[in-house]
């Protein structure tokens, strides 16, 4: 982990550990009410139950294992190993570790520019404090792995197995929106390459500033990214202000139809009427 516990906070999780290894597994509320841990300061500067916040930690260090879920909210047990598992594993495993979450992101995001998948190794340094000093050796295994190719001075990268000049793939006539965290929005960089503008999530922007809107969600249609759309419910109705990058709309009949399914799609999703 990347920082380590003073003697009482190991003490209070090796309590924990054991109180759940006697019940099987336990419910966040069910140690808090055994333990009383009291309330600590959360990442966001709230108030949440040091019960709780001790179990992620527990999680985080490999302690504990999450179960099941109850209502969204994690219930945790102690991990089942084999008598034989080391706790550290030896380097060649290790790398194949991370050679293995190098491959799960590329697999989100793909296709990269070489310049984003070098961010998202260095990302996995966070999510894998243990293996930060690795992160060079498995960039450089990750640039000789995957499938790549050079288009307009830029290395992309993705995965061996897919096939980029495939026929078997088909722009629908859906229209989408997407989240400003959607795969396909997630990198500005890609972004840009793709579709020739800059696309920005501006809720943190003042107002006065907004090229976008406080919300904006990217819109989708074929293979093209044509405009934005800011969404609200007012009085148990939908409303919605679009952007075009062309100025205005696509004029086809396809577009204003599947852009009409995917109002109603988000009407559904929010409960709100047609």
């Known amino acids: 982990a990347r920082t380590a516990w003073a003697p009482a906070r190991l003490k209070q999780a090796d309590a924990v550990l054991e109180f759940i290894r006697g019940r099987g597994a336990v419910h966040p509320r069910e140690v808090d009410l055994h333990f009383a841990h009291g309330k600590t300061t959360n990442w966001f500067g709230g108030s949440s139950n040091a019960s709780t ?46 050679d293995a979450l190098v491959d799960l992101v590329v697999a989100k995001y793909a296709p990269l520019p070489f310049a984003t998948l070098g961010h998202l190794v260095s990302l996995l340094g966070v999510g894998a404090p243990q293996w930060r000093a690795q992160r060079a050796a498995t960039l450089a295994r990750a640039k000789h792995r995957l499938a790549h190719q050079r288009l307009d001075r830029v290395d992309w990268y993705w995965p061996a197995a897919e096939k980029p000049n495939s026929t078997r793939w088909r722009p629908d006539d859906k229209v989408r929106l997407l989240t400003p ?28 500033k ?47 139809s599947g852009l009409s399914d995917e109002l109603d799609r988000m009407r559904g999703f929010l409960g709100l009427d047609r």
């Open 210 to 256: 907004r090229k976008l809107g406080y919300y904006a969600l990217p819109l989708l249609w074929h293979d093209q990214v044509v405009g934005w759309a800011n969404a609200s419910a007012s009085g148990g109705a939908l409303a919605v202000n679009f952007g075009y990058v062309a100025g205005k709309a696509p004029r086809d009949a396809a577009f204003r």
């Open 181 to 208: 965290f959607d795969p396909v929005v997630w990198d500005r960089r890609r972004f840009e390459h793709f579709w020739g503008w800059a696309y920005r999530f501006e809720a943190y922007t003042p107002a006065p």
């Open 53 to 98: 916040q001790l179990l992620d930690e527990m999680h985080y260090r490999g302690m504990l294992r999450v179960a099941r879920r109850d209502g969204g909210t994690r219930v945790y047990a102690v991990p089942v190993r084999d008598a034989g598992d080391a706790i550290e594993p030896d380097a060649a495993t290790a790398a194949a570790r991370m």
